[in-house]
Nanobody, 122 residues
Framework: VQLQASGGGLVQAGGSLRLSCAVSGRSVSSAVMGWFRQAPGKERELIAA????????YYADSVKGRFTISRDNAKNMVYLQMNSLKPEDTAVYYC????????????????WGQGTLVTVSS
């Protein structure tokens, strides 16, 4: 299973970015896709997740209303649209996958993409 994250970069506060994650090697009909982030000096946290088949979603309170996770089943891609970005959103963002249902703990995700850095300037 391979995940390839892309789309990070430098953006001013209030701006937008869209992260993409290409998935290969796993049937995604019942998998969960998650976006985590890790800011300097902080633990990695789940900020958004989507379950492929049922379409259920999860958002951390810190991004609710600003970030949107979506998927393209045909392309086996998952996206994170990030709007109204704040300096505190600066972090390395990772996509990850797990079977079954949405869980918050990173320990339950068995495959990870490489991180993509998002920097939000004030």
């Amino acid at each position: 299973v391979q995940l390839q994250a892309s789309g990070g970069g430098l953006v001013q506060a209030g701006g937008s970015l869209r992260l993409s994650c290409a998935v290969s090697g796993r049937s995604v009909s019942s998998a969960v896709m998650g976006w985590f982030r890790q800011a300097p000096g902080k633990e990695r946290e789940l900020i958004a997740a989507i379950r492929w088949s049922a379409g259920g979603t999860y958002y951390a309170d810190s991004v609710k209303g600003r970030f949107t996770i979506s998927r393209d089943n045909a392309k086996n891609m998952v996206y994170l649209q990030m709007n109204s970005l704040k300096p505190e959103d600066t972090a390395v963002y990772y996509c990850a996958t797990k079977p079954g249902t949405i869980r918050v703990s990173q320990d339950e995700y068995d495959y990870w993409g490489q991180g993509t850095l998002v920097t939000v300037s004030s």
